[in-house]
């Protein structure tokens, strides 16, 4: 009978309840299911009537299999996992903890599948993992496997100084606490919906992409700013971004609320994005990004990033630093407070189209440590806006020289790089014919002065086709040459005369 009973309340354990006219105890445990019984009538200090559970704990077993209890997909009590005689890992296949469930964790948990937590979660300092599926396949869209998301839905997250590991996305629509020593691993994006995510002297690595962002009419598209904050205000807060840093929250990144990025290293790889944020509740436009104190963000992808602030005036970097050794792109623009600094730790000059220092917008030309008072340090240059001439081009990159001079030494002269808006020391490669039959020279729309495109049979005599339209195509950023029919040998060349 014992077995019985065990056996029916794990499968009435979805519902809540068990039926009528079953004798319990008033309330205890049965095979780690807490329950009440809503009396009906007594019978020697029995009650007949339904019992709804309250609670569950779980005892794990191996760490290939659960323990002897079943531990079914979906709770909606509070689920406590303890850890087995041997303090052995907990396994499982997916889980959600909704309804009034809150979760907590004694033992080191491995999921597969997708995890929902609606409600509290307390790691308690130990490890969670969500690992996608073996029959998880991301190329194929109708795949029936799951690639291991978590999705925590209101209440608080708290790691506690634990580890949590996600194959997948992570959802975030509550609030999320770290913790020192803790770490959080994102495989996927960070969809940051709402909420606070506070570091507190923990860490959180993402693989791909940290949006801040809401999916304002629930279907299934994030197409809205959001009330998601993040802090950090402890010089052991570290997050690195692999992707794109997306700022798009209102509410509480403006001046009547207390700073929340003042401390720790922001790192991002790939393109940072602060986005205007605006909502019905809120009448304040100051950002949503505003960093003080000792914060840092670290741009050290391996290719060109982008900085993109809408509103520079009201939101800022603290102090900027840029490894990335291909730049920023020459479309970006870099805010950086009253206070901060702009670290430059690479060769060469960059170029942005606008610079704020200070709070201040600065005038295009070319900065770096030794005129700006202390607000830009390291060995690089910054050119805000373009190049006015091959004179201002060569004394941010090839100083003391000429247009037929190769300061970096990799084949191209200096005034072949100025007129294909070239930076820095990195090598410039010649272009080549490609298979249609043309050649294309990259060109900055702010070169200042004349070029030529002409043809040879024999490296002898040259010919100008510059304004023959049928060889020669004219853009704003590149200049293309058809080859034309006729001779089987045809040379090509560029001519550049800078002003």
């Not at 979760?103 to 599948?113: D, H, K, P, V």
């Not at 950023?477 to 001519?495: A, E, I």
């Amino acid at each position: 009978m014992q077995r019985h009973l065990r056996s029916l309340l794990f499968f009435l354990s979805l519902a809540q309840s068990l039926l009528a006219n079953i004798s319990y105890p008033s309330e205890g445990p049965i095979g780690g299911f807490h329950y009440q019984v809503t009396s009906i009538s007594e019978s020697g200090g029995n009650y007949v009537g339904t019992a709804v559970l309250t609670s569950y704990t779980y005892t794990s077993g191996t760490p290939d299999a659960p323990g002897p209890e079943p531990f079914p997909d979906t709770f909606q009590v509070p689920v406590t996992v303890n850890p087995g005689a041997e303090n052995q890992e907990f396994r499982s296949a997916k889980c959600t903890v909704s309804g009034l469930g809150d979760f907590q964790l004694n033992s080191n948990a491995y999921w597969t599948g997708i995890v929902t937590i609606v409600g509290d979660c307390n790691l308690n300092g130990h490890h969670l993992k969500i690992d996608k599926t073996a029959d998880y396949d991301p190329a194929d869209p109708v795949s029936p496997g799951q690639p291991g998301n978590l999705l925590s839905y209101g209440g608080n997250f708290d790691l506690n100084g634990g580890q949590v590991e996600a194959a997948g996305n992570w959802d975030q629509r509550g609030s999320v606490n770290i913790g020192a020593g803790g770490s959080l691993a994102v495989s996927g994006s960070y969809i940051h919906q709402s909420g606070q995510l506070s570091l507190n002297g923990g860490s959180l690595e993402i693989a791909g992409d940290y949006l801040q962002q809401s999916d304002g009419n629930g279907d299934g598209t994030y197409e809205s700013n959001c009330n998601g904050q993040l802090y950090m205000s402890n010089p052991d807060d570290y997050m690195l971004v692999g992707g794109m840093a997306q700022f798009w929250a209102f509410g509480y990144y403006n001046s009547s609320t207390p700073p929340s990025l003042t401390a720790g290293m922001l790192e991002i790889k790939g393109d940072f994005m602060q986005k205007f944020a605006s909502s019905t509740n809120y009448s304040y436009s100051d950002g949503s990004f505003r960093a003080s104190g000792a914060h840092r963000v670290k741009l050290s992808g391996t290719a060109t990033q982008t900085v993109t602030f809408e509103n520079p005036g009201g939101s800022y970097f603290n102090i900027l630093e840029v490894t990335n050794p291909k730049g920023v792109s020459n479309s970006s623009t870099l805010s950086v407070t009253s206070g901060g600094s702009l670290a430059l730790n690479y060769s060469g000059t960059d170029v942005v189209g606008t610079l704020y220092l200070g709070g201040v917008q600065q005038a295009n030309g070319l900065y770096d440590a030794t005129h700006t008072g202390g607000l830009i340090t390291g060995s690089g240059k910054i050119q805000v806006g373009p190049f006015a001439s091959f004179s201002a081009w060569a004394a941010a990159n090839a100083p003391g020289q000429t247009t037929d001079q190769d300061h970096d030494h990799d084949g191209v002269p200096n005034g072949i790089e100025y007129f294909m808006g070239k930076t820095g020391n990195d090598f410039t490669a010649d272009p080549g014919i490609s298979p249609d039959g043309t050649v294309t020279w990259p060109k900055s729309p702010a070169f200042n002065g004349s070029y030529a495109v002409q043809t040879s049979e024999d490296l002898v005599e040259w010919t100008d086709v510059t304004e023959d339209a049928a060889q020669v195509t004219k853009n704003s950023d590149s200049v293309v040459w058809t080859r034309p029919t006729g001779p089987d040998k045809c040379f090509v060349r560029l001519l550049v005369t800078p002003n």
